[in-house]
Nanobody
Framework: QVQLVESGGGLVQPGGSLRLSCAVS????????MDWVRQAPGKGLEWVSR??????YYADSVKGRFTISRDNAKNTLYLQMNSLNPEDTALYYC???????????WGQGTQVTVSS
């Protein structure tokens, strides 16, 4: 059974940092492209980052502040988020990429709130 379980969200002050985790079961995450996407209140889904076999990719809005990584031994995906600002407030999801532009499995999301 495929499961993606995000954790690590919370309330942080502007300029602060958080590390999100996505624990994967039912498949080997290093065999797939994996994305982090987010949805801010009242807005649509926004792609944040992707990790491919060896390469990583970032939205312009997070480039230089966020780092995606993967621990193959733990079958876990991470998103290190630094220099957070209120515009980063959103529900963050990890997702398995399907056909490069779609997702076939999602987690339940973890809330990140950036506020003073």
């Amino acid at each position: 059974q495929v499961q993606l379980v995000e954790s690590g969200g919370g309330l942080v002050q502007p300029g602060g940092s958080l590390r999100l985790s996505c624990a994967v079961s039912g498949f080997t995450c290093s065999d797939y492209f994996m994305d982090w996407v987010r949805q801010a209140p009242g807005k649509g889904l926004e792609w944040v980052s992707r990790i491919a076999t060896t390469n990583t990719y970032y939205a312009d809005s997070v480039k230089g502040r966020f780092t995606i990584s993967r621990d193959n031994a733990k079958n876990t995906l991470y998103l290190q988020m630094n220099s957070l600002n209120p515009e980063d407030t959103a529900l963050y999801y990890c997702a398995r990429v399907f056909n490069n532009y779609a997702y076939d499995y999602w987690g339940q999301g973890t809330q990140v709130t950036v506020s003073s």
